[in-house]
């Protein structure tokens, strides 16, 4: 069983920055595909950003291209996603989730996630 635990969600100003971790219980998770999802109220979940498991490869919504990138510390068991130029659209509650059946090509479609996180909100408001 993996646990995850997502920080770093906070109430911030149009243009500003946040980075969000993901703490996963376990040096299993090392071995798997992470990704970063978000659900805005009223909206289907999201997929924001997914990094694999060891060749540091990664994916972005188009939405989010240029302003988030997701990074990896396997030492910590830990994946960041560093969000630069907030819009208020991208306010959402932020969750992670991984598994051992997730596939970078189809991550963000949740496909194969087993696991997630309980999630953190990233509201972006003047």
């Known amino acids: 069983q993996v646990q995850l635990v997502e920080s770093g969600g906070d109430l911030v100003q149009p243009g500003g920055s946040l980075r969000l971790s993901c703490a996963a219980s376990?040096?299993?998770?090392?071995?798997?595909?992470i990704g970063w999802f978000r659900q805005a109220p009223g909206k289907e979940r999201e997929g924001v950003s997914c990094?694999?498991?060891?060749?540091?490869?990664?994916v972005y919504a188009e939405s989010v291209k240029g302003r988030f990138t997701i990074s990896r510390d396997n030492a910590k068991n830990t994946v960041y996603l560093q969000m630069n130029s907030l819009k208020p659209e991208d306010t959402a509650v932020y969750s992670c989730?991984?598994?051992?059946?997730?596939?970078?090509?189809?991550?963000?479609?949740?496909?194969?996630?087993?696991?997630w996180g309980q999630g953190t909100q990233v509201t972006v408001s003047s």
């Open positions: 990094i694999s498991s060891s060749t540091g490869s990664v």
């Open positions: 989730a991984t598994g051992p059946r997730i596939r970078l090509a189809t991550c963000l479609k949740s496909s194969g996630v087993d696991y």
């Open positions: 376990g040096s299993t998770v090392n071995y798997y595909n």
